[in-house]
């Protein structure tokens, strides 16, 4: 029931910015019980986390992207968002929109740790040139 549309992505060089959305419907987008993050891609590698967002708005970040990634949502308009700055070539991939409804006191970087099963966007392509 959860459906996640994720936009924003393209082609941009080293050192340049975007801002990635995850538009979301299906569930209260306010609701403590659900969780959200973005993962990235690339062919011949697993799926990684590079940020989420707890209940209180705090957010996790990896240390790969830390410092240049920004996760954030508005209420509002049902959406999260990824703002990247400084991008590298190996920032490179297709970017996923996820959500998961957490286990009751889990933190949500905890639930997408344990998570057995995640709800995806489809994804959006990143690729950074030069």
């Known amino acids: 029931q959860v459906h996640l549309v994720e936009s924003g992505g393209g082609s941009v060089q080293s050192g340049g910015r975007l801002r990635l959305s995850c538009v979301a419907s299906?569930?209260?987008?306010?609701?403590?019980?659900?969780?959200m993050a973005w993962f990235r891609q690339t062919p011949g590698q697993e799926r990684e986390r590079v940020a989420s967002?707890?209940?209180?708005?705090?957010?996790t970040v990896s240390t790969s992207v830390s410092g240049r990634f920004f996760i954030f949502k508005d209420d509002g308009k049902s959406t999260m968002y990824l703002r990247m700055e400084s991008l590298k070539s190996e920032d490179t991939g297709t970017y996923y929109c996820?959500?998961?409804?957490?286990?009751?006191?889990?933190?949500?970087?905890?639930?997408?740790?344990?998570?057995?099963?995640?709800?995806w966007g489809q994804g959006t392509q990143v690729t950074v040139t030069s």
């Open positions: 967002l707890d209940v209180d708005s705090r957010s």
């Open positions: 299906g569930y209260s987008f306010t609701s403590i019980e659900y969780c």
């Open positions: 996820a959500a998961i409804k957490r286990p009751w006191g889990v933190p949500c970087n905890d639930a997408f740790l344990r998570a057995k099963s995640i709800s």
